[in-house]
């Protein structure tokens, strides 16, 4: 196999992954499952992971690393801070199935009992509160935002935001995505000295 064949069979098998995680859940998911969701063997499975839980933990990247990748686009473009501000917030909002949550719920369960997803999982879930703590510290160097505290700031709207999206995700009908977004409005304005109808 070549090497270029390889690596798009390694991004089928970790599509493939996904796909079987979000229906049967992290805990659940076997690498046989996989295996025959892939219509591959298990052995292949196993000469690319080598374990489940490395198998399982590269999944939760590859599902992850795709929101990144929509997060790094907001933080490499040339908009003002306000902007980007919106857009993460936007971005980091649940959406129709809303099955980016679901893995990222999922992923922080199963890092309790998971080394391997825990690290990976601590370290993209970082990247969000540091690429927020970023857009907070330019708007405050510019006099965008008023906040003594960026790094703390990002934190508190994140927490927030984690735990109203953990509710919508999971709860049906607990809460509405327009309460969502208004109190992660009203939130965030108050953090950053803003009015909530600037981050409309």
Not at 18 to 45: K, M, P, Y
């Amino acid at each position: 196999m070549t090497r270029r064949a390889a690596e798009i069979r390694l991004d089928a098998l970790l599509r493939t992954a996904c796909d079987v995680i979000v229906e049967r859940g992290l805990a659940n998911t076997r690498t046989a499952d996989v295996a025959q969701a892939a219509g591959v063997s298990q052995a292949l499975v196993f000469y690319h992971f080598a374990t489940k839980d490395r198998l399982l933990a590269q999944a939760f990247a590859y599902a992850v690393e795709q929101d990144l990748a929509r997060l790094d686009a907001v933080m490499c473009s040339s908009a003002p801070p306000l902007t980007k501000l919106r857009r993460i917030v936007r971005l980091y909002t649940p959406a129709g199935r809303a099955t980016s949550w679901a893995m990222w719920i999922d992923g922080w369960a199963e890092s309790l009992r998971t080394p391997e997803l825990e690290k990976v999982s601590r370290r993209l879930d970082l990247r969000w509160r540091e690429d927020l703590a970023t857009v907070i510290a330019d708007g405050v160097r510019d006099g965008t935002f008023k906040c003594a505290d960026p790094a703390g700031a990002a934190w508190r709207i994140s927490a927030v935001v984690d735990g109203l999206a953990v509710q919508l995700a999971v709860h049906e009908r607990v809460i509405s995505r327009r309460q969502f977004a208004e109190w992660v409005r009203l939130l965030t304005a108050r953090e950053l000295g803003l009015d909530p109808a600037q981050l409309d």
